[in-house]
């Protein structure tokens, strides 16, 4: 059974950068389609970057150029490097992991954009 670990977040100013990593505790093929998600206070959460088994992605029109989705199958891992950052981007950052029916979220990791 999968697991997802994310860590990398913590306080960073406007226009500093974070990258998130996300590990699998089990082998993440090449099949599963890997994405991060975020939700702010009193927000539903929300779709940022998510890569499909052949390699597309899509993001959310509010980070697109900013932030880039990746992933290390070796390593069991996804990332998700984050540029420019804004006050608006604050959030708990989650991982989701998804083969079919199967669907799998990390825990989160907070990310706060603040001066």
């Known amino acids: 059974q999968v697991q997802l670990v994310e860590s990398g977040g913590g306080l960073v100013q406007p226009g500093g950068s974070l990258r998130l990593s996300c590990t699998a505790s089990?082998?993440?093929?090449?099949?599963?389609?890997m994405a991060w998600y975020r939700q702010a206070p009193g927000k539903q959460r929300e779709l940022v970057a998510r890569?499909?088994?052949?390699?597309?992605?899509n993001y959310a029109d509010s980070v697109k150029g900013r932030f880039t989705i990746s992933r290390d199958n070796a390593k069991n891992t996804v990332y998700l490097q984050m540029n420019s950052l804004k006050p608006e981007d604050t959030a708990v950052y989650y991982c989701h992991a998804q083969l079919g029916i199967m669907i799998r979220w990390g825990q989160g990791t907070q990310v706060t954009v603040s001066s």
């Open positions: 089990g082998s993440i093929s090449r099949t599963y389609t």
């Open positions: 890569m499909s088994s052949a390699g597309s992605t």
